[in-house]
């Protein structure tokens, strides 16, 4: 009865490879995110993904980039892995329009470049 | 305009204390002020919020106090204990916007 799931929960990779991470929300929620979390524990926003309106937050590299099948789904793809990509990417999801706002977490993958 | 800003950054309180974390902000237009618990491992969770209505609001051990005319929040733990110890964030939203702004975040350790 996992609400939102993330995998793999540990990925460890060379610099210069192409990874993708999966998430998937079975709360039947209409808006995913995926976020980075560095050492520091900055909650930093990367994407938000509602009804196929993507927004980005200008700063993340093109290099990465959201991939939604379907509603339940939001996947994040990073091309040439560098090193400052090493963090703890999560993945939420929310029901837009409710007065409360509720985000829903996964359990996050830590990402590792070496 | 859009920052919440959070302290401290981390704060240590001896069981049974009442650790006070603070957060404050510029846009007026934000109506939604939630405050999340991260356990070491785990993702976020939401552990208590408030709308600028209301000047406080309690959930068990935890209250929210709300200034707006000083555009500030808080959150209080009273009888903390050392399970409570965990990174806390602030966040603030606006509307029908469902995008959070979140604080830098407080690592809160509670001493046996």
């Known amino acids: 009865d996992t609400a939102v799931s993330q995998t793999p929960k540990y990925l460890v990779t060379q610099m210069g490879n192409d990874k993708s991470i999966k998430c998937e929300q079975n709360l039947g929620h209409d808006t995913m995110y995926w976020y980075k979390q560095d050492s520091k524990k900055f909650l930093k926003i990367m994407f938000s993904y509602n009804n196929k309106e993507l927004i980005i937050n200008e700063t993340v590299p093109n290099r990465f980039s959201p991939k939604s099948p379907d509603k339940a789904h939001l996947n994040l793809h990073i091309n040439s892995l560098e090193l400052g990509d090493s963090a703890v990417y999560f993945c939420?999801?929310?029901?837009?329009?409710?007065?409360?706002?509720?985000?829903?977490f996964g359990p996050g993958t830590r990402l590792t470049v070496l | 305009q859009q920052q919440v800003k959070q302290s401290p950054q981390s704060l240590i309180v001896q069981k049974g204390g009442i650790p006070i974390i603070n957060c404050a902000y510029e846009?007026?237009?934000?109506?939604?002020f939630p405050w999340y618990q991260q356990f070491p491992g785990k993702g976020p969770a939401l552990l208590i919020a408030i709308r600028p209505d209301v000047s406080e609001k309690k959930e068990g051990r935890f209250t929210i106090s709300f200034n707006k005319s000083a555009k500030q929040f808080s959150l209080h733990i009273m009888d903390s204990q050392p399970g409570d110890s965990a990174t806390y964030f602030c966040?603030?939203?606006?509307?029908?916007?469902?995008?959070?702004?979140w604080g830098a975040g407080t690592k809160l350790i509670i001493k046996p």
């Open positions: 966040a603030a939203s606006r509307g029908s916007n469902y995008q959070l702004i």
């Open positions: 939420a999801s929310s029901l837009a329009g409710l007065l409360d706002n509720e985000q829903f």
């Open positions: 846009n007026t237009a934000f109506d939604y």
